[in-house]
């Protein structure tokens, strides 16, 4: 079940009451779910007063696509994209507290101390770019720690697990404490649903999402039209809104303390709902 929680967001503690709703911004041309690509500044405005407007918590911004086949990113390119896609939103909304999808540490510490990002979310948990923990304590900003083994080009290929659930617990809880001993108080966890796991093993998770608690930190569930949900019903991702929303409803009831979603308004609307039953 839900439980409140606390982040320091920008040198504040803000309180949380309620499960939070992450909009996703892509700043690339190749992210899985194209209606989700934002590459000029009339669609990043419109994307981000629309997602403001249906009642976003948090933004999460990135310009580097994790889809297996994408095109590989150079650094240089990808703080491009963000510079662009941080000065659109933060000239629309100075406040919102906003997240960078990077698995680079010094992308991370350009959006963070340059661009004006809050919390980095990186899909590898600290396994691509050694320097991700130290970069992130210095910096003293909350930290979205994934679960991911190899990289978005490989990680389908990797998918033995005794217990699928209890083996990506135990790995979360080796990297939560290497970045509790270098001093990152605020980390929230995610899973990493449809990253280096089957379907089915997806679903394994989900069912088990509770056991998560026991990591002692807030839960990221991020399944907005992904392939568990095509795959199982032999849809495109366009079409795979009402599945999201399903599962979502699910997360809820498990405990998640985030919903990152392509679409803010019906995950709202999926939160008032759970709150007027919690």
């Not at 240089?76 to 909304?93: C, F, H, N, P, Y």
């Not at 389908?156 to 135990?170: C, P």
């Not at 270098?182 to 394994?204: C, H, I, R, W, Y």
């Amino acid at each position: 079940m839900f439980q409140p929680f606390s982040l320091n967001i920008g040198g504040e503690l803000r309180e949380y009451s309620r499960p939070q709703v992450m909009g996703i911004i892509n700043v690339t041309p190749d992210s899985f779910f194209k209606n989700s690509r934002t590459m000029d500044e009339d669609a990043l405005s419109s994307r981000i007063e629309k997602f403001i407007a249906d009642g976003a918590d948090f933004i999460d911004m990135g310009a580097y696509s994790s889809r297996p086949g994408a095109a590989d990113v150079d650094p240089a390119e990808e703080i491009a994209r963000l510079r662009v896609g941080m000065k659109v939103l933060r000239s629309i909304d100075p406040q919102i507290p906003v997240s960078i999808d990077t698995f680079r540490s010094e992308v991370a510490r350009v959006a963070i101390e340059e661009l004006g990002a809050n919390i980095v979310n990186d899909i590898s948990g600290g396994s691509l770019d050694q320097d991700m923990f130290r970069t992130v304590a210095r910096l003293k900003v909350p930290y979205i720690l994934m679960h991911m083994r190899g990289t978005p080009a490989t990680m389908q290929s990797l998918t033995d697990y005794s217990d699928v659930t209890a083996d990506v617990i135990a790995d979360l809880s080796v990297k939560l404490r290497e970045l509790h001993l270098l001093g990152v108080a605020d980390v929230v966890v995610d899973p990493g649903f449809g990253f280096s796991k089957t379907t089915e093993q997806n679903f394994e998770m989900m069912r088990n999402l509770q056991q998560f608690e026991v990591l002692g930190c807030p839960l990221l569930v991020g399944i907005s039209r992904k392939s568990m949900i095509t795959r199982t019903l032999d849809i495109d991702p366009a079409d795979a809104l009402a599945g999201t929303v399903a599962l979502d409803a699910f997360a809820l009831t498990q405990g998640a303390a985030f919903l990152r979603v392509h679409d803010v308004l019906e995950a709202v609307q999926t939160v008032k709902l759970f709150m007027k039953t919690f």
